[in-house]
Protein backbone atom coordinates (compact mmCIF):
# COMPACT_ATOMS: atom_id res chain seq x y z
CA UNK A 1 0.00 0.00 0.00
CA UNK A 2 1.24 3.26 -0.77
CA UNK A 3 2.39 5.46 2.23
CA UNK A 4 1.62 9.57 2.11
CA UNK A 5 3.13 11.54 4.30
CA UNK A 6 2.56 15.40 4.16
CA UNK A 7 4.83 18.36 6.16
CA UNK A 8 3.82 20.22 8.28
CA UNK A 9 0.71 18.66 9.58
CA UNK A 10 -0.66 22.00 10.96
CA UNK A 11 0.77 25.80 9.39
CA UNK A 12 -0.04 29.17 10.91
CA UNK A 13 1.10 31.84 8.89
CA UNK A 14 0.87 35.31 8.57
CA UNK A 15 -0.79 36.97 5.32
CA UNK A 16 2.29 38.25 3.01
CA UNK A 17 4.16 35.40 4.09
CA UNK A 18 5.93 32.53 2.07
CA UNK A 19 5.61 28.93 2.88
CA UNK A 20 6.14 24.89 1.32
CA UNK A 21 4.31 21.92 2.27
CA UNK A 22 5.89 18.75 1.46
CA UNK A 23 4.39 15.46 0.52
CA UNK A 24 6.34 12.27 0.20
CA UNK A 25 5.11 9.19 -0.91
CA UNK A 26 6.60 5.27 -0.61
CA UNK A 27 6.31 3.92 -3.64
CA UNK A 28 6.55 4.44 -7.34
CA UNK A 29 3.94 6.60 -8.48
CA UNK A 30 3.71 9.06 -11.87
CA UNK A 31 1.06 11.55 -11.09
CA UNK A 32 -0.03 13.38 -8.04
CA UNK A 33 -3.12 15.28 -7.48
CA UNK A 34 -3.61 18.13 -5.00
CA UNK A 35 -6.81 19.05 -3.88
CA UNK A 36 -7.96 21.62 -0.61
CA UNK A 37 -10.91 20.40 1.97
CA UNK A 38 -13.11 23.88 3.15
CA UNK A 39 -14.23 22.67 7.06
CA UNK A 40 -17.61 20.30 6.58
CA UNK A 41 -16.99 19.72 3.16
CA UNK A 42 -15.86 17.63 0.66
CA UNK A 43 -12.67 18.28 -1.92
CA UNK A 44 -12.19 20.60 -4.44
CA UNK A 45 -9.31 19.44 -7.34
CA UNK A 46 -6.36 21.78 -7.37
CA UNK A 47 -3.39 20.37 -9.25
CA UNK A 48 -2.88 17.41 -11.70
CA UNK A 49 0.66 16.40 -11.82
CA UNK A 50 1.53 14.16 -14.84
CA UNK A 51 5.06 13.22 -14.95
CA UNK A 52 8.63 13.96 -13.51
CA UNK A 53 9.46 17.40 -13.11
CA UNK A 54 5.65 19.11 -13.45
CA UNK A 55 5.41 22.40 -12.72
CA UNK A 56 1.50 23.96 -12.35
CA UNK A 57 0.65 27.72 -11.04
CA UNK A 58 -2.89 28.78 -9.75
CA UNK A 59 -3.02 32.35 -8.54
CA UNK A 60 -0.85 31.87 -5.47
CA UNK A 61 -0.02 28.62 -4.89
CA UNK A 62 2.20 26.05 -7.57
CA UNK A 63 2.84 22.94 -7.23
CA UNK A 64 5.36 20.81 -8.21
CA UNK A 65 6.79 16.69 -8.70
CA UNK A 66 9.62 14.95 -8.26
CA UNK A 67 8.80 11.36 -9.03
CA UNK A 68 12.59 10.19 -8.40
CA UNK A 69 12.40 11.56 -5.10
CA UNK A 70 8.75 10.54 -4.32
CA UNK A 71 8.22 13.96 -3.48
CA UNK A 72 6.03 16.83 -4.31
CA UNK A 73 5.87 20.35 -3.13
CA UNK A 74 2.86 22.72 -2.74
CA UNK A 75 4.29 26.63 -2.51
CA UNK A 76 2.28 29.40 -1.40
CA UNK A 77 3.04 32.63 -2.09
CA UNK A 78 2.21 36.09 -0.24
CA UNK A 79 -0.51 34.24 1.64
CA UNK A 80 -3.47 35.40 2.02
CA UNK A 81 -6.25 34.38 4.30
CA UNK A 82 -8.85 32.90 1.73
CA UNK A 83 -6.19 30.19 1.30
CA UNK A 84 -6.85 29.00 4.89
CA UNK A 85 -7.84 25.06 4.52
CA UNK A 86 -6.70 22.21 4.63
CA UNK A 87 -4.61 20.84 1.57
CA UNK A 88 -4.25 17.08 0.74
CA UNK A 89 -1.89 15.59 -1.64
CA UNK A 90 -2.87 12.42 -3.59
CA UNK A 91 0.09 9.72 -5.68
CA UNK A 92 -1.93 8.02 -7.76
CA UNK A 93 -1.94 4.22 -7.47
CA UNK A 94 -2.47 1.36 -8.84
CA UNK A 95 -6.17 1.07 -10.55
CA UNK A 96 -7.32 4.79 -10.79
CA UNK A 97 -7.10 4.36 -6.77
CA UNK A 98 -5.69 7.35 -4.63
CA UNK A 99 -4.32 7.53 -1.37
CA UNK A 100 -4.45 10.59 0.34
CA UNK A 101 -1.52 12.10 2.60
CA UNK A 102 -2.06 13.05 6.37
CA UNK A 103 -3.35 16.53 5.74
CA UNK A 104 -1.70 20.49 6.20
CA UNK A 105 -3.89 22.53 8.13
CA UNK A 106 -3.25 26.07 6.70
CA UNK A 107 -4.27 29.09 9.28
CA UNK A 108 -3.25 32.62 7.58
CA UNK A 109 -3.51 35.16 10.19
CA UNK A 110 -4.47 38.78 9.17
CA UNK B 1 -17.54 20.34 -15.50
CA UNK B 2 -18.45 17.10 -13.90
CA UNK B 3 -20.25 16.67 -10.97
CA UNK B 4 -20.73 14.66 -8.73
CA UNK B 5 -24.01 14.54 -6.19
CA UNK B 6 -24.17 12.29 -2.98
CA UNK B 7 -27.19 12.15 -0.80
CA UNK B 8 -28.25 12.79 1.83
CA UNK B 9 -25.97 15.41 2.88
CA UNK B 10 -26.51 14.74 7.07
CA UNK B 11 -27.86 11.81 8.75
CA UNK B 12 -28.77 10.94 12.23
CA UNK B 13 -29.95 7.32 13.31
CA UNK B 14 -30.68 5.24 16.37
CA UNK B 15 -27.44 2.23 16.63
CA UNK B 16 -28.24 -1.04 15.17
CA UNK B 17 -30.15 0.48 12.07
CA UNK B 18 -28.71 0.43 8.42
CA UNK B 19 -28.30 3.65 6.68
CA UNK B 20 -27.97 3.90 2.59
CA UNK B 21 -25.92 6.55 0.89
CA UNK B 22 -26.59 7.25 -2.68
CA UNK B 23 -23.49 8.77 -5.03
CA UNK B 24 -24.39 9.93 -8.64
CA UNK B 25 -22.77 11.52 -11.28
CA UNK B 26 -24.81 13.72 -12.82
CA UNK B 27 -23.51 14.74 -16.15
CA UNK B 28 -20.91 11.66 -16.82
CA UNK B 29 -20.46 8.13 -16.43
CA UNK B 30 -18.35 6.43 -14.49
CA UNK B 31 -17.63 3.02 -14.91
CA UNK B 32 -15.96 3.37 -11.30
CA UNK B 33 -16.60 5.03 -8.32
CA UNK B 34 -14.53 5.08 -4.95
CA UNK B 35 -15.83 5.58 -1.45
CA UNK B 36 -14.02 7.18 1.28
CA UNK B 37 -14.28 7.50 5.53
CA UNK B 38 -12.42 10.42 7.04
CA UNK B 39 -12.70 10.85 10.72
CA UNK B 40 -12.65 14.63 12.18
CA UNK B 41 -9.54 16.14 11.54
CA UNK B 42 -7.99 12.83 9.83
CA UNK B 43 -7.09 12.38 6.16
CA UNK B 44 -8.99 10.45 3.94
CA UNK B 45 -9.27 6.97 4.08
CA UNK B 46 -10.24 4.53 0.84
CA UNK B 47 -12.64 2.31 1.88
CA UNK B 48 -13.62 0.72 -1.50
CA UNK B 49 -13.51 0.87 -5.29
CA UNK B 50 -17.11 0.46 -6.87
CA UNK B 51 -16.88 -1.11 -10.09
CA UNK B 52 -20.69 -0.84 -12.25
CA UNK B 53 -21.62 -4.55 -12.90
CA UNK B 54 -19.50 -6.14 -10.54
CA UNK B 55 -18.43 -6.76 -7.18
CA UNK B 56 -16.56 -3.78 -5.13
CA UNK B 57 -13.16 -4.05 -4.16
CA UNK B 58 -12.60 -3.54 -0.39
CA UNK B 59 -9.51 -1.97 1.66
CA UNK B 60 -7.76 -4.17 3.90
CA UNK B 61 -9.53 -3.50 7.41
CA UNK B 62 -12.74 -2.74 5.93
CA UNK B 63 -15.73 -5.38 6.48
CA UNK B 64 -17.50 -5.95 3.30
CA UNK B 65 -20.48 -7.51 4.45
CA UNK B 66 -20.89 -4.35 6.81
CA UNK B 67 -20.39 -1.79 4.54
CA UNK B 68 -22.14 -2.96 1.49
CA UNK B 69 -21.65 -1.31 -2.29
CA UNK B 70 -23.79 -1.43 -4.73
CA UNK B 71 -23.01 -0.19 -8.29
CA UNK B 72 -26.11 -0.73 -10.30
CA UNK B 73 -25.28 1.50 -13.31
CA UNK B 74 -23.14 3.89 -14.56
CA UNK B 75 -24.34 6.88 -12.75
CA UNK B 76 -24.83 5.58 -9.21
CA UNK B 77 -23.39 3.45 -6.46
CA UNK B 78 -24.93 3.17 -2.75
CA UNK B 79 -22.65 2.47 0.18
CA UNK B 80 -25.45 0.91 2.92
CA UNK B 81 -23.91 1.19 6.41
CA UNK B 82 -25.47 -1.95 8.05
CA UNK B 83 -26.56 -2.16 11.87
CA UNK B 84 -24.48 1.17 12.57
CA UNK B 85 -23.08 2.03 15.69
CA UNK B 86 -21.41 4.97 16.79
CA UNK B 87 -18.04 3.71 16.07
CA UNK B 88 -19.34 3.94 12.65
CA UNK B 89 -19.99 7.76 12.86
CA UNK B 90 -18.33 9.97 10.29
CA UNK B 91 -18.23 11.92 6.91
CA UNK B 92 -18.60 9.61 3.86
CA UNK B 93 -16.96 10.78 0.70
CA UNK B 94 -17.61 9.15 -2.93
CA UNK B 95 -15.81 9.99 -5.86
CA UNK B 96 -15.70 9.06 -9.80
CA UNK B 97 -13.38 9.74 -12.45
CA UNK B 98 -14.28 10.90 -15.70
CA UNK B 99 -13.30 9.07 -18.34
CA UNK B 100 -10.65 6.00 -18.18
CA UNK B 101 -7.27 7.37 -18.57
CA UNK B 102 -5.18 7.70 -15.47
CA UNK B 103 -4.69 11.59 -15.65
CA UNK B 104 -7.84 12.48 -14.75
CA UNK B 105 -8.72 14.16 -11.53
CA UNK B 106 -11.57 12.07 -9.56
CA UNK B 107 -14.28 14.57 -8.67
CA UNK B 108 -15.77 14.13 -5.35
CA UNK B 109 -19.31 14.56 -3.62
CA UNK B 110 -19.99 16.95 -1.28
CA UNK B 111 -19.76 14.49 1.53
CA UNK B 112 -22.52 12.50 3.61
CA UNK B 113 -22.38 13.08 7.92
CA UNK B 114 -23.05 10.17 9.77
CA UNK B 115 -23.90 10.22 13.29
CA UNK B 116 -25.12 7.00 15.14
CA UNK B 117 -26.74 7.60 18.35
Known amino acids: ELKVEQNPLFLSMQEGKNYTIYCNYS?????LYWYRQDPGKSLESLFV?????AVKQEGRLMASLDTKARLSTLHITAAVHDLSATYFC??????????FGTGTSLTVIP | GAVVSQHPSWVICKSGTSVKIECRSL??????MFWYRQFPKQSLMLMAT?????????EQGVEKDKFLINHASLTLSTLTVTSAHPEDSSFYIC?????????????FGDGTRLSIL
Open chain 2, 95 to 107: SAKQGSGDNQPQH
Open chain 1, 27 to 31: TTSDR
Open chain 1, 49 to 53: LLSNG
Open chain 1, 90 to 99: APGGAGNQFY
Open chain 2, 27 to 32: DFQATT
Open chain 2, 50 to 58: SNEGSKATY
